[in-house]
């Protein structure tokens, strides 16, 4: 093989996912010259299975990536072709937007986006191994003898490393959507000494829309109130002529026809061997799981505005492809439907994420960080949240700085780091909002109070940003202030208008804003009784109203909080040696040694660390008692 001259950059992405381009685009605006090297550059941030962006814990997640200066929530503001708040019926904290995305435009515009950025090349390229150096990475070289030199290197291969597409008997060496695996790299990590494991992921059939009865099925319509991923997306941008999704279910016939085809199911003859995804099952899976239902929901979603496909959310499937046709006909409205894409499965390796640091560089190499499908996870934006934080700390280590742990109490995304590197993941990892302790904390319409101070300390958030969020706080807190000064008197007209909307009478004067803590009363309410303050908008509405009505909640929220910060702050020295520590029991020690918690706190969530293990970790720690195994910078 012919080797070229080699070319440095400060920073190399390989794969251009959602993660990639995310950590790609931060590290490039942190001022880093970065390649960004792909498979195919036709697949840019390409969606390979659902077209959407967000739903609960996803949607805060993007909010969160927006609020810290990432690029997902601005593209899909730019592509969308449905916008819609889920859960609006229950309180805040479960509530959460989700997008139906233009396929084909979400792909375009971030490729575009990418290749306008300054400092980012982009360059179509197959990478087959890593230049490792005494324990540290420092480059790549590609399958044409290229070799590439670089101070950090992020891994963001989705399920291309030895990927393989599953349909039936078919069993083949591809990418997603029949693109190139990444066969020599995946090879390449495990003879580095990585531990890999094999995860599974599938997706459903496309099917043609003018072949659908849309007629029999329930239509989905967009929200006609303005809502947007970025907070920087004005409301005047708001798309009126959305597309709709429609729902339609399976029946007790397409579940005999499923029933009837097991026998050819790679799930359960043998073929699949990886571990598929509890919380995003396939169909066959579903009616074995779930053998006492008689129906399942399929909504069926455009594809864009430009295309006659759409996706069968809900029937992901690898049975052969005339059993998916026939599963597909004996559906209500789908009965002539035209089947463009088969549906499949696809195996893939990953890097199993105990072995990554919170700052997802890698404990073994020093300056590789792994992002995305890679560790384990799935879905566009768990992917995204990863790449953003592998970028901005691949960056900020290059720069000499601190590195940016998110805790588990200030995003979505701290919570899905945490469990990878603490509690690791035995199949694809999805974000729930049941496995964030504090999620009235982690809201999606206060992501950028949240967040965007971080972004913009690290150079990522844009000025213009910077002052609405500074503009939004200031003027819900004075908002507060005013409340708390105002007091409403008992006058017939205010009696009245309590009598007509159900609230109980005053018997003395009361302040404006314990008037606003009742469930049934809302700040638009209250101006018929005080003077308009005339400068807040709808979202800063919103804001005060949550702020007010679950001020009780948050501050108890915020008092485990303030615990939590306090184990955080006791650090524990790296590579410590926990079978020189006596007392501490068998599980907790080989847990405990896998794993190289960085703080107590981290080391009170893993498995088996039960809290006498934690008093004796805190007293050898601070008798300085404990043996390092080696002297390393901790980062």
Known sequence: MQTYKAKTYDVIVVGAGHAGSEAALATSRMGLKTMLITLNLDMVAFMPCNPSIGGPAKGVVVREIDALGGEMGKNIDKTYIQMRMLNTGKGPAVRALRAQADKQAYAMEMKHTIEKEPNLTLRQGIVEELVIEEGVCKGVVTSAGAIYHAKAVIIAAGTALRGEIILGELKYSSGPNNSQPAIALANNLKE??????????????????????????????????????????????????????????????????????LHRAPMFTG?????????????????????????????????????????????????????????????????????????????????????????????????LYTAGQTNGTSGYE??????????????????????????????????????????????????????????????????????????????????????????????????????????????????????????????????????????????????????ENGELNAKEIEQLEIQVKYEGYIKKAMEKVEKLKRMEAKRIPENIDYEAINGLATEARQKLQKIQPTTLAQASRISGVNPADLSILMVYIEQGKIAKTTSTTAY
């Open 382 to 531: 768990e992917a995204a949240g990863q790449g953003l934080i592998a970028g901005i700390n691949a960056a900020l280590k290059i720069q000499g700085k601190d590195p940016l742990v998110l805790k588990r109490s200030d995003g979505y995304i701290g919570v899905m780091i945490d469990d990878l590197v603490t509690k690791g993941t035995t199949e694809p990892y999805r974000l729930l909002t049941s496995r964030a302790e504090y999620r009235l904390l982690l809201r999606h319409d206060n992501a950028d109070l949240r967040l965007t101070q971080i972004g913009h300390d690290i150079g990522l958030v844009k000025e213009a940003q910077y002052q609405a969020y500074i503009n939004k706080k200031t003027a819900v807190e004075k908002e507060i202030k005013r409340l708390q000064e105002i007091r409403i008197k008992p006058n017939q007209e205010v009696q009245a208008y309590l009598e007509k909307i159900g609230s109980a009478t005053l018997k003395d004067g009361i302040l404006a804003l314990d008037l606003l803590r009742r469930p049934e009363i809302n700040y638009v309410d209250l101006l018929n009784f005080i003077p």
């Open 271 to 367: 073929i699949v061997e990886g571990v598929g995804a509890r919380y995003c099952p396939s169909i066959e899976d579903k009616i074995v799981r779930f053998a006492d239902k008689d129906r399942h929901q399929l909504f069926l979603e455009p594809e864009g505005r430009d295309t006659e496909e759409v996706y069968v959310q809900g029937l992901s499937s690898s049975l052969p492809e005339e059993v998916q046709e026939e599963v597909l006909h004996s559906v209500v409205g789908l009965e002539q439907a035209e089947m463009m894409r088969t549906g499949y499965a696809i195996e893939y390796d990953v890097v199993v994420p105990h072995q990554l640091r919170p700052t997802l560089e890698t404990k073994a190499i020093e300056n």
């Open 192 to 261: 580095l000494g990585l531990e890999i494991e094999r995860f599974k992921t599938g997706t459903p059939p496309r099917i043609k829309s003018s072949s659908i009865d849309y007629s029999v099925t329930e239509i989905q319509p967009g929200d006609e109130a303005a809502n947007h991923f970025s907070f920087s997306t004005p409301d005047s941008a708001y798309l009126t002529e959305q597309i709709p999704c429609w729902l339609t279910y399976t029946n007790p016939n397409t579940h005999a026809i499923i029933q009837a085809n």
